[in-house]
């Protein structure tokens, strides 16, 4: 059941374990697992951050991949940790209904959904929380408890959000969106400055989705394409079948993307013609898995980054801020030769406590590629990140300061919350301890 690891247990490869895997295949087994000390649970290996990265233990989950229950009629479905989204969406799809809140890839577990409290590109309601109605959980006493809203509460708020560390998460009642069509309607509209920018976000009352992809980020100047959907109706569900063809991206393409990436000049240069290509081939029809998961046709794009990986960081600025924040980013690239290669911006109104991702603003996420000049970017970030006390995406985090936690109140509540959970503390991992949770 124990086997060894030299490969990075997080999908941006920016970290190099060793751990000792255990492959628990029945509650006994994982109780049994739970005897030991300084350990995390993981499921499908797809977080960004370092929150299930262990260099002593690690628990895999992915036995732990059954629907125990589904409701056609009311849109519930308890699954359990393990099961990883694409499974559950081949089956809930079929009879009408759609996970109402989705990441960027419908290869993430359902558990490391929850933990994480992952949104998508849902305008209101962003949050997997909403959706989340009881959780079965494993506690590191070895019991099993039921919490919900009304049953166990604060176990069940800091479990959602929770990296982890609240206990093993074994399954979860979901509430599903009803859907006529496995379609989206979508608009793309190209911005080349501000004021376009801002003007098109007023327009997102019409809409449930929306993203923005930057193409070009310079002093005062911003380009991009904003992505607007809604679900189209009035189709049968029954006459629609989604074929998407998803492989490995090929030694030729990687060694191209691996050039084309890792270069500060012909990134500008695949990114203007992504954007122009994009817009040329426009569809107003875009089938559910198209539109949210475009970046899963390629199984092993991370690995485009070399050997080293990248880093993500998303953080929430507000409006008033964000030209003035942009700007210092774009000065510090140039000056740097650093750049993102994909760079994301959503817009936020959400409420929420702990560590969790809210807040009313704009969101800005950015690929970064690790080389020499890492250790300098992760110091302006920070300095960045302090200078004007942003929101953190803590799911995605890799390389922020324990000091600018140190006297955040939902910080030292979820700490708290966690101490008076599991009082043993027996649950860890490279986050934890890098943020002294």
């Given at each position: 059941?124990?086997?060894?690891?030299?490969?990075?247990?997080?999908?941006?490869?920016?970290?190099?374990?060793?751990?000792?895997?255990?492959?628990?295949?029945?509650?006994?087994?994982?109780?049994?697992?739970?005897?030991?000390?300084?350990?995390?649970?993981?499921?499908?290996?797809?977080?960004?951050?370092?929150?299930?990265?262990?260099?002593?233990?690690?628990?895999?989950?992915?036995?732990?991949?059954?629907?125990?229950?589904?409701?056609?009629?009311?849109?519930?479905?308890?699954?359990?940790?393990?099961?990883?989204?694409?499974?559950?969406?081949?089956?809930?799809?079929?009879?009408?209904?759609?996970?109402?809140?989705?990441?960027?890839?419908?290869?993430?577990?359902?558990?490391?959904?929850?933990?994480?409290?992952?949104?998508?590109?849902?305008?209101?309601?962003?949050?997997?929380?909403?959706?989340?109605?009881?959780?079965?959980?494993?506690?590191?006493?070895?019991?099993?408890?039921?919490?919900?809203?009304?049953?166990?509460?604060?176990?069940?708020?800091?479990?959602?959000?929770?990296?982890?560390?609240?206990?093993?998460?074994?399954?979860?009642?979901?509430?599903?969106?009803?859907?006529?069509?496995?379609?989206?309607?979508?608009?793309?509209?190209?911005?080349?400055?501000?004021?376009?920018?801002?003007?098109?976000?007023?327009?997102?009352?019409?809409?449930?989705?929306?993203?923005?992809?930057?193409?070009?980020?310079?002093?005062?100047?911003?380009?991009?394409?904003?992505?607007?959907?809604?679900?189209?109706?009035?189709?049968?569900?029954?006459?629609?079948?989604?074929?998407?063809?998803?492989?490995?991206?090929?030694?030729?393409?990687?060694?191209?993307?691996?050039?084309?990436?890792?270069?500060?000049?012909?990134?500008?240069?695949?990114?203007?013609?992504?954007?122009?290509?994009?817009?040329?081939?426009?569809?107003?029809?875009?089938?559910?898995?198209?539109?949210?998961?475009?970046?899963?046709?390629?199984?092993?794009?991370?690995?485009?980054?070399?050997?080293?990986?990248?880093?993500?960081?998303?953080?929430?600025?507000?409006?008033?801020?964000?030209?003035?924040?942009?700007?210092?980013?774009?000065?510090?690239?140039?000056?740097?030769?650093?750049?993102?290669?994909?760079?994301?911006?959503?817009?936020?109104?959400?409420?929420?406590?702990?560590?969790?991702?809210?807040?009313?603003?704009?969101?800005?996420?950015?690929?970064?590629?690790?080389?020499?000049?890492?250790?300098?970017?992760?110091?302006?970030?920070?300095?960045?990140?302090?200078?004007f006390n942003v929101k953190i995406n803590f799911s995605k985090d890799f390389i922020c300061d324990r000091k600018?936690?140190?006297?955040?109140?939902?910080?030292?509540?979820?700490?708290?919350?966690?101490?008076?959970?599991?009082?043993?503390?027996?649950?860890?991992?490279?986050?934890?301890?890098?943020?002294?949770?």
């Amino acid at each position: 059941m124990i086997t060894q690891s030299n490969h990075s247990l997080n999908w941006t490869r920016n970290v190099k374990v060793r751990p000792k895997i255990l492959y628990p295949k029945n509650i006994m087994e994982l109780k049994k697992a739970i005897g030991k000390k300084n350990l995390i649970a993981v499921g499908n290996q797809r977080s960004f951050g370092d929150n299930s990265i262990n260099s002593n233990l690690v628990v895999s989950m992915k036995s732990f991949n059954k629907v125990m229950s589904f409701d056609k009629r009311k849109g519930v479905i308890e699954i359990q940790s393990g099961a990883i989204l694409k499974n559950i969406l081949n089956l809930i799809i079929k009879e009408g209904w759609f996970i109402p809140v989705t990441p960027g890839t419908k290869y993430v577990s359902i558990g490391g959904m929850i933990a994480n409290n992952i949104h998508g590109k849902n305008i209101l309601k962003n949050q997997i929380k909403y959706y989340v109605k009881e959780i079965k959980l494993l506690k590191t006493n070895k019991k099993i408890i039921t919490c919900s809203q009304t049953k166990n509460k604060k176990i069940f708020e800091t479990t959602i959000g929770g990296f982890g560390l609240t206990g093993f998460i074994l399954s979860a009642k979901i509430k599903l969106k009803k859907i006529n069509s496995i379609y989206i309607k979508q608009k793309i509209t190209e911005f080349s400055n501000y004021s376009e920018f801002f003007n098109l976000l007023k327009k997102l009352d019409k809409y449930e989705y929306n993203v923005t992809w930057i193409d070009d980020l310079q002093l005062n100047k911003i380009k991009g394409l904003c992505y607007f959907g809604n679900h189209i109706g009035g189709i049968s569900l029954n006459d629609e079948i989604i074929s998407i063809k998803e492989k490995d991206i090929g030694l030729l393409n990687f060694l191209l993307l691996k050039i084309f990436t890792q270069n500060y000049y012909l990134i500008k240069v695949t990114k203007f013609f992504f954007r122009k290509l994009k817009k040329i081939f426009y569809k107003e029809r875009s089938n559910l898995f198209d539109f949210f998961y475009p970046q899963d046709r390629f199984l092993n794009w991370n690995k485009i980054y070399g050997k080293n990986g990248f880093f993500q960081v998303q953080f929430l600025i507000g409006e008033k801020d964000f030209i003035n924040i942009l700007n210092k980013i774009s000065n510090f690239f140039i000056k740097e030769k650093v750049f993102s290669t994909f760079t994301i911006i959503k817009k936020f109104n959400e409420k929420g406590k702990y560590l969790n991702f809210y807040g009313r603003g704009l969101s800005i996420s950015m690929d970064i590629p690790i080389n020499s000049r890492f250790t300098k970017t992760k110091t302006f970030l920070n300095n960045l990140f302090k200078e004007f006390n942003v929101k953190i995406n803590f799911s995605k985090d890799f390389i922020c300061d324990r000091k600018f936690l140190k006297k955040n109140n939902e910080y030292i509540k979820f700490k708290k919350n966690l101490n008076f959970i599991n009082r043993d503390r027996k649950l860890n991992s490279r986050f934890s301890k890098r943020l002294n949770l």
